[in-house]
Antibody, heavy 123, light 112 residues
C-alpha cells in the first residue's frame, strides 16, 4: 500500500526551529518529487515547497512566505523527506501535509497525501 | 494569499446539481496550466477528485466533473449526496515568483 506518514510536529516558541519528517512506503520513493502543503486552523491549503527527484537534480522550490526560513531535503535510502523550519512565526501554525504525485505524475496533481502533523508556534 | 478565487460556500438539496468556480489569472489558469480539484472531509487530508481539468482518478464517482475555460475552471457535482458535504479546493501551477503551485480559497459544500 502506498503511504506517507508525517511526524515531528508539536509546540514550539516563535523564533525556534522544528524539523518534520515524511516517511514513505509502498513505492520507489526516489523516483518522485515530494511536496509539503500546510493548512492553518480553519483556513485553506497553502503550498509550502517541494523537492525534485535526484533524476531531476534534487532541487527545491519554495513559496515566498517560507523562502529563506524553510528547507526541504530527502534521504532516498530511508524513503524520508524532511522539512526543516527555522525562525518560526506564529503564522506558521498549521497542519503540515506531505504529498506526492504518483499515478498522475504527468499532471502535477497530488494524489497521495499523508495524514498531516500539527505545528503550533506560540510562546 | 491564494491567487485562485472560489466562492466561500455553495449548497443544494440531495439530488441537485451544484457548481464551484475557480477564477485565476494569466499567470496560472489563463496561461494554460492544468487545474486539479480536491475534496477535504472534516478532519482528514485532502483527496484528489479531478486532475488535468477533467479527469477522474480511479474510484471517484462520475457525479464529479471538471471543466476549464480561459482564466477559470469549474467543478460540478450532480446528484448531490449527503457524503459530498465537504470543503473543495482547486489547484494549479503559477508562473509568478510567489509560488510554484497555488490552491484556491476553498468552497464549503453544504447538503441541505
Amino acid at each position: 500500500e502506498v503511504q506517507l506518514v508525517e511526524s515531528g510536529g508539536g509546540l514550539v516558541q516563535p523564533g525556534r526551529s522544528l524539523r518534520l519528517s515524511c516517511t514513505a512506503s509502498g513505492f520507489t520513493f526516489g523516483d518522485y518529487a515530494m511536496s509539503w502543503v500546510r493548512q492553518a486552523p480553519g483556513k485553506g491549503l497553502e503550498w509550502v515547497g517541494f523537492i525534485r527527484s535526484k533524476a531531476y537534480g534534487g532541487t527545491t522550490e519554495y513559496a515566498a512566505s517560507v523562502k529563506g526560513r524553510f528547507t526541504i531535503s530527502r534521504d532516498d535510502s530511508k524513503s524520508i523527506a524532511y522539512l526543516q523550519m527555522n525562525s518560526l512565526k506564529t503564522e506558521d501554525t498549521a497542519v503540515y501535509y506531505c504529498t506526492i504525485s504518483i499515478a498522475v505524475a504527468d499532471f502535477d496533481a497530488f494524489d497521495i497525501w499523508g495524514q498531516g502533523t500539527m505545528v503550533t508556534v506560540s510562546s | 494569499q491564494s491567487v485562485l478565487t472560489q466562492p466561500p460556500s455553495v449548497s443544494g438539496a440531495p439530488g441537485q446539481r451544484v457548481t464551484i468556480s475557480c477564477t485565476g489569472s494569466s499567470s496560472n489558469i489563463g496561461a494554460g496550466y492544468d487545474v486539479h480539484w480536491y475534496q477535504q472531509l472534516p478532519g482528514t487530508a485532502p483527496k484528489l477528485l479531478i486532475y488535468g481539468n477533467s479527469n477522474r482518478p480511479s474510484g471517484v464517482p462520475d457525479r464529479f466533473s471538471g471543466s476549464k475555460s480561459g482564466t477559470s475552471a469549474s467543478l460540478a457535482i450532480t446528484g448531490l449526496q449527503a457524503e459530498d458535504e465537504a470543503d473543495y479546493y482547486c489547484q494549479s501551477y503559477d508562473s509568478s515568483l510567489s509560488a510554484f503551485y497555488v490552491f484556491g480559497t476553498g468552497t464549503k459544500v453544504t447538503v441541505l
